[in-house]
């Protein structure tokens, strides 16, 4: 089945404890990008990726850091997180660019 | 900058009725997308639009796209509660950055 995987669904965790969000697409696509969803902000891309070790930086990438070291997998992490970045987190793939996105399940993620 | 607006954020309609969502977007636009979310679920595709005066169709759902007036607008006919849900439109650009930018979102609430 086609799908966007992301570890994990739920997450709360302290200020500055490093955190990483794993995603994994079975797709063969080449673009990958990182939303957060807030109340009343609809989604705001955090990074984005158009291939294989080419990543950029979204509308909102501050505290944030991404890699892209095989086709399949874009995680995202944390490296010191803070009560701000709590929020729902959702990874998107695409054949490519302009393509429609395919969303992972997103992720839960509260900073205390 | 890219900005995207929508409006109505919340539209309460009765089953069998018609009505339009309105998707503004900021500055140059090579495509326009549109997906639903239902509470507590993932964002699923609707339409890509990518040209002026482009229609698409899917059920009770119709998207159109003017590139001049920077406006997409989603028609809903004949509204059955199975389409409660909230509405993202979203724009992007080809050009320096290959980014995704969201409107907040229509929060639909069909009733009997």
């Known amino acids: 089945e086609a799908q966007v995987t992301q570890n994990p669904r739920y997450l709360i965790t302290v200020t500055g404890k490093k955190l990483t969000v794993t995603c994994s697409q079975n797709m063969n696509h080449e673009y990958m990008s990182w939303y957060r969803q807030d109340p009343g902000l609809g989604l705001r891309q955090i990074y984005y990726?158009?291939?294989?070790?080419?990543?950029d930086k979204g509308d909102v990438p501050e505290g944030y850091k991404v890699s892209r070291k095989e086709k399949r997998n874009f995680p995202l992490i944390l490296e010191s997180p803070s009560p701000n970045q709590t929020s729902l987190y959702f990874c998107?793939?695409?054949?490519?660019?302009?393509?429609?996105?395919?969303f992972g399940q997103g992720t839960r993620l509260t900073v205390v | 900058e890219l900005k995207v607006e929508q409006n109505p954020l919340f539209l309460s309609m009765q089953e069998g009725k018609n009505y339009t969502i309105y998707c503004n977007y900021s500055?140059?636009?090579?495509?326009l997308y549109w997906y639903r979310q239902d509470p507590g679920k993932s964002l699923e595709s609707l339409f890509v639009?990518?040209?002026?005066?482009a229609v698409k169709q899917e059920g009770r759902l119709m998207a159109s796209l003017d590139t001049k007036a920077r406006l997409s607008t989603l028609h809903i006919t004949a509204a059955v509660h199975d389409l409660s849900a909230t509405y993202f439109c979203?724009?992007?650009?080809?050009?320096?950055?290959?980014?995704?930018?969201f409107g907040t979102g229509t929060r639909l609430q069909v009733t009997l």
């Open positions: 990726s158009m291939n294989v070790e080419v990543t």
């Open positions: 639009l990518l040209s002026n005066g």
């Open positions: 500055t140059t636009s090579d495509r």
């Open positions: 979203a724009s992007g650009f080809t050009g320096t950055a290959s980014k995704l930018t």
């Open positions: 998107a793939s695409s054949l490519k660019w302009g393509f429609e996105a395919f």
